[in-house]
C-alpha cells in the first residue's frame, strides 16, 4: 500500500489543480483540445528529455518504497509520466491564470473601456 503514495499525492495535487481550472476557466475546462494537445506535446517532449539524460547516465530511477515500481521505460517510472502531465497541466493553469489576473487589474483602472462605475 505504501508503494502508491508518491502516485496518491499526485493524483491528489492533479485534483486540485482540476478544481482550481473548473472554477475560474484557465484551460481544460475552456480550451480542452488545445490543453490536451498542448500537455501531450510537453509530456513527450519532457520524456525524450529523460530518455536522453538516462541513456547518457544522467538521470536514474533512485529507489523508494513509495513508489510502485511499475517502469513505462528502462529507469523511468510511471510516476514520472503523471508528474510531467501534472506539471504541464499546472504550467497551462499558470499563465492563463496570470494573464487573466492582468486582464482583470488593467479593466479596473480609471481611464479603461472596461471601467465599471
Known sequence: MIGLAYLAVQVISITGILVIDHRWKLAA????????LAVTASVALLLTWDVLGVRSGVFFRGQTDFMTG???????PLE?????????????VCATGVVRAVEHASSRRPGNAGERS
Open 29 to 36: 475546462f475552456r480550451a480542452p483540445a488545445a490543453t490536451a
Open 80 to 92: 514520472e509520466v503523471v508528474f510531467l502531465a501534472f506539471l504541464s497541466h499546472l504550467a497551462l
Open 70 to 76: 511499475l517502469l513505462v521505460a528502462p529507469e523511468i
